[in-house]
């Protein structure tokens, strides 16, 4: 079974178009949010959403979105569910649409996505 969890709110989802349905109307308008993928009760992936750029993680692996060569001293915040700021390297940072896509495949097939690096 599958839940996506956004902030404190769990939501049942049956299949990969239901999830990506879900995680469309559950972006903020100005295009943030932080959500957490969980199978079968373990916390599987995470997505963080910025307005500008995306980061991606696989928790089963540590597996983080990557962006080659980008600058691991420079940072973009983003706002996790607890309503904490955190800075996320460049590196780890990823275009939006690229990392919701990435996000979206790999909670499909449980493989990490051929639409980003990863770390």
Not at 14 to 39: M, V
Not at 82 to 105: E, H, K, M, R, Y
Request: proline share 3%.
């Amino acid at each position: 079974m599958l839940k996506l969890q956004s902030i404190q709110d769990f939501h049942d989802v049956s299949d990969a178009s239901e999830l990506a349905g879900l995680l469309e109307r559950l972006i903020a308008p100005d295009g943030t949010g932080a959500f957490w993928l969980h199978r079968d009760g373990e916390c599987e992936l995470a997505l963080f959403l910025n307005g500008r750029r995306a980061a991606v993680y696989r928790s089963t692996d540590g597996s983080w979105s990557s962006t080659p060569h980008a600058s691991d001293d420079d940072c973009e915040q983003f706002r996790l569910e607890n309503g904490q700021i955190d800075d996320f390297p460049l590196s780890q940072c990823v275009p939006t649409a690229d990392g919701i896509a990435a996000f979206l495949a790999t909670a499909r097939t449980g493989q990490l996505s051929g639409n980003i690096a990863w770390d």
